[in-house]
């Protein structure tokens, strides 16, 4: 009871204002101030229901007048795919169409003044049909001075401007009531589909007729019309699906369109039809063009004759609608009045109700305001403010049972999360168990200290920094920090720090909540380390590498050391022994370099990177790899009792003007390194290289093009007797003819032929078009062979199956070259057998270069020797060369071997040849390689 009339007491004095306002206020006055306030929702009600209908009424207004309008921009765009039809036949021939087209001049101005008679819907629309009107102006000027390609451009992008004017409708059908949308569904038909259906049998029209008539069709003209017919087809689609909804709610519109619908989808059809098989999947155009022309005017003229039945049928729905909306507007207003007095007279009833019920809920809530969540409001009558009183009651036992969860939650907040509170200064002022447990503190120590005493000296300033800059400015703030403990352990969090704000807006205080992720930021950077590190070598791996070339100075020198025939080491003496020799270079390297500012990563298998940063290396020494290079190689690495001698190949780059590129560079100096069998290549630009890669990839497409197009010839040089200067024979050269006509020689191509696998495509062309060449003739002729087409299958067996021929195989000599090392002595033997049996013969072309050997040449059983040129080109004034070519020549009649010397370019040289005896002479002194081979007449 105490506490009741303290309740009491205190409502009173809280309404006070309240409690003198109103009791100023007759009993009656306060009857009309409720009546009013809960005559409001009638009103709005009232007013929205009005509003609603109004809105309805105008949008069909309006859009019956944007479809009045939109009907007689359709005439105007008739017009003008029936001009870009007959511009389509009279640009192709038929003069016919000037007259009817300056006829339809008359009719386009006739539409455009029908459209500019009536007011634009909106600004917008009024801006885009000038713009319209202004380009058909345009056109009109232009248009006898236009192709026809020119033509159907400019009128297609008309149309276009045409369609886009139409479909861009400023009113939502969706605003009308529209619940079957056959409304929406016939709007799509008029502004959508009808016009762009015409649109697209316009192009077809003009297309056909022009194809033809001109009786050929394009590959891009048969893409676009496919696509047009794709496009037509949509539309066509469009249209049937719009009329089928609409039909299921819409009978006597869908009584009233359907002929027109349905002769749609038949010439539709029949026209397509006729236009794919006809027109597009045809080389033979059998179709009268005017026919073809006038039948697709009846078909757009139909799309015309449809949209008019269908705006027609739009409109008198429309025009119904707008009388039933007439009749809800008087219905809605009766109803009103009727629910005002009924309002009226059961709120004075409500009002006698509803006070008693009133004070009481008042007073309960008074009571809750204090505190006392088990005050109970008495219920005494049976309307809605009995459940209104039973309501307030459960919503007491809610908030009793709600705070007693909020002080759960907090404990369960406390026990699985690190909670603390600072004040504005960040002095700890509440610390829960589990921070405490983290950072060693006791609750005692810890209140009162500065959040400071946890800090990481090695977190930098600016992570804190901009900590404090987001939660004074009343932002939550989240993120990782290291922490130390009292034992200055780290640890690590994911903290949010959250800023209190009081009902004036300033921090009072912060509250910050963490998770201990301690373990799993050890874990990440075990993960970080494994993924950065050989596992093997325990060095840096390719991956860290690339990490580091980001952030490495310009000047960096990369050095990319490569062990040479890593696999052999693996296979012969295992792969322990490997991975043995893979730690020891990591050893020998890194004690070579020691007091050296370096980085070693192995990046391959057998295969490390050095990184050196010239500017912070003292003294530093340009020799310093190939220091390291001979340092390595020098000294056997000792494993398990073997002595391993292993050798490296180092590519290096000592500048580069961008890091981003300094991997890639290197190792496109290894790579030439080891192709041009240089032990260590150190560069300060790669450009030299990527140029011959270059050139390369240049050639590669030369050749492959060459072979494509038939332009790998051969040209023969003839071969003369030194005796009687009788031309005995021919040298068959191969020639590639570029796509200008420049005859280019082998030296330019063959080396990159070979790299790219292409050398014995080549050489089995040129032996294919030589024999079709000497098939009729009776002469010997030579064709040059590598050892790499002696070592290809394919090319041997195309050889040989050439040379059982007997027109062939007594007058074929097939030349070896001497200069290429024969690696495979046995195949090469092999082959020479093979070819001598059947009839061939064998030359050794450019003898003396470099690995002459007589002893091979008695195994081999050659019948030529072609004396090098480097020995006979300076014959008549080198002594050494003649000594060299004498012997040669005595050696090669005491093993019956004929002998033929290249680059005969002079007189002098040629009496030389004939003292020594030389059995044959070639070279430009006689003649130069051409085209097709000389008779065998004297010189």
Not at 73 to 93: C, D, K, N, P, T
Not at 417 to 438: E, L, P
Not at 457 to 485: C, F, H, M, Q
Not at 532 to 546: A, G, I, S, V
Request: include cysteine.
């Amino acid at each position: 009871m105490e506490l009741a009339k303290k309740g009491i007491m205190h409502s009173s004095k809280l309404f006070d204002p309240a409690v003198r306002l109103i009791g100023n206020i007759k009993y009656t006055r306060k009857i009309a101030l409720a009546s009013f306030i809960f005559f409001l929702p009638v009103l709005l009600l009232l007013f929205l229901g009005y509003n609603y209908l109004g809105n309805q009424y105008l949008a069909i207004q309006k859009f019956q007048s944007r479809l009045h309008y939109n009907q007689k921009v359709q005439g105007f765009f008739e017009y003008i795919l029936l001009e870009r039809g007959m511009m389509a036949a009279l640009g192709h021939g038929d003069n016919t169409y000037k007259r009817h087209i300056q006829a339809n001049f008359s009719k386009i101005e006739s539409a455009m003044a029908a459209v500019d008679a009536l007011s634009a819907p909106t600004p917008h629309i009024k801006q885009e049909w000038e713009k319209i009107k202004t380009e058909w102006a345009l056109l009109r000027q232009e248009l006898w001075n236009l192709s026809p390609q020119q033509n159907f451009d400019r009128h297609t992008d008309l149309a276009d401007q045409v369609l886009h004017l139409t479909q861009d409708t400023d009113v939502d059908p969706e605003l009308i009531n529209n619940t079957d949308l056959s409304i929406t569904h016939l709007a799509e038909i008029l502004n959508e589909h009808l016009p762009a259906l015409a649109q697209e049998a316009g192009k077809a029209r003009a297309i056909g007729t022009a194809v033809i008539m001109k009786q050929s069709m394009s590959l891009e003209e048969k893409r676009a019309a496919t696509l047009l017919y794709g496009t037509a087809q949509s539309h066509k689609a469009g249209i049937e699906h719009a009329f089928e909804i609409t039909c299921k709610s819409q009978h006597d519109i869908c009584r009233a369109i359907s002929p027109f619908i349905e002769k749609i989808k038949h010439k539709t059809d029949r026209f397509g039809d006729r236009f794919v098989f006809e027109i597009i999947n045809t080389d033979h155009w059998s179709l009268d063009a005017k026919n073809y022309f006038d039948e697709a005017t009846q078909i757009i003229s139909h799309y015309f004759d449809t949209y008019d039945a269908v705006f027609d049928a739009l409109q008198k729905h429309l025009s119904s609608q707008l009388s039933l909306l007439a009749k809800q507007i008087i219905a809605i207003s009766i109803i009103a009045a009727v629910m005002l007095i009924c309002l009226i007279y059961f709120m004075m009833g409500f009002y006698f109700s509803f006070i008693k019920s009133l004070k009481s809920l008042t007073k309960a809530s008074q009571m809750i305001a204090l505190g006392n969540f088990g005050i109970s409001v008495p219920i005494q009558t049976r309307d809605e403010m009995a459940d209104v009183s039973y309501a307030f009651n459960e919503m007491g036992q809610k908030i009793k049972q709600t705070f007693a969860f909020l002080e759960s939650y907090k404990k369960a907040i406390d026990e699985s999360n690190i909670v603390s509170i600072t004040d504005i200064d960040g002095n700890i002022t509440y610390a829960n168990d589990q921070f405490c447990k983290i950072t060693g503190y006791t609750r005692e120590e810890l209140i009162g200290q500065n959040h400071r005493i946890l800090k990481d000296p090695a977190t930098p300033d600016k992570i804190y920094e901009e900590l404090w800059k987001t939660i004074l400015d009343k932002r939550v703030w989240s993120g990782i920090l290291k922490n130390i403990d009292k034992n200055k352990k780290p640890f690590y969090v994911d903290a949010t720090i959250t800023p209190i704000i009081n009902a004036e807006g300033e921090i009072v205080e912060f509250a910050a909540t963490r998770h201990n992720i301690t373990q799993l930021i050890e874990q990440k950077e075990k993960l970080a380390h494994q993924l950065y590190t050989d596992f093997l070598t325990e060095l840096p791996n390719r991956l860290k590498l690339l990490e580091d070339l980001k952030y490495t100075h310009r000047s960096s020198i990369l050095a990319l050391i490569n062990i040479d025939r890593f696999s052999e080491i693996n296979e012969f003496y295992g792969t322990d022994t490997g991975d043995e020799v893979l730690i020891q270079m990591r050893d020998r390297i890194t004690s070579f370099l020691e007091g050296a500012s370096f980085k070693l990563y192995h990046i391959y298998a057998d295969e490390f990177a050095l990184l050196i940063e010239k500017h912070d290396l003292q003294n530093y020494d340009k020799n310093l790899l190939e220091m390291l290079h001979k340092h390595i190689e020098l000294h056997p690495f000792l494993i398990q009792g073997n002595a391993i001698i292993v050798g490296i190949t180092l590519g290096a780059i000592d500048h580069t003007d961008t890091k981003h590129y300094l991997l890639t560079d290197t190792d496109m100096v290894l790579r030439h390194a080891k192709k041009s069998q240089k032990n260590i290549l150190i560069l300060s630009e790669v450009d030299t290289i990527k140029e011959e890669i270059a050139h390369n990839i240049e050639y590669i497409g030369k050749i492959k093009e060459a072979m494509t197009a038939n332009r790998i010839i051969p040209y023969f040089q003839p071969i003369v007797n030194t005796a009687s200067g009788t031309i005995t024979k021919h040298e068959c050269l191969m020639r590639l003819i570029t796509s200008e006509g420049v005859v280019v020689s082998p030296s330019s191509f063959l080396v990159v032929a070979k790299k790219a696998h292409l050398y014995t495509n080549l050489t089995r062309i040129i032996i294919e078009k030589v024999f079709a060449v000497f098939e009729n003739r009776e002469d010997e002729f030579s064709i040059n062979l590598s050892v790499d087409d002696i070592m290809d299958s394919a090319t041997v067996e195309f050889i040989m199956d050439k040379i059982e021929n007997p027109k062939f195989n007594r007058r074929v000599i097939f030349e070896i070259t001497e200069s290429e090392e024969f690696e495979n002595f046995e195949e090469v033997r092999r082959f020479i057998s093979e070819a001598k049996r059947r009839g061939a013969k064998i030359a050794i072309d450019d003898f003396g270069s470099g690995y002459s050997n007589f002893a091979y040449l008695i195994h081999l059983q050659v019948d030529f020797i072609k004396i090098d040129a480097s020995l006979i080109k300076n014959i008549d004034k080198d002594s050494s060369s003649r000594i060299i070519v004498e012997t040669i020549v005595t050696f090669a009649k005491l093993l019956g071997i004929k002998t033929i010397a290249e680059f005969v370019h002079s007189r002098e040289v040629f009496e030389v040849v004939q003292k020594i005896g030389v059995d044959f002479s070639q070279g430009f002194y006689f003649y130069e390689p051409q085209s097709k081979p000389s008779q065998t007449d004297p010189l």
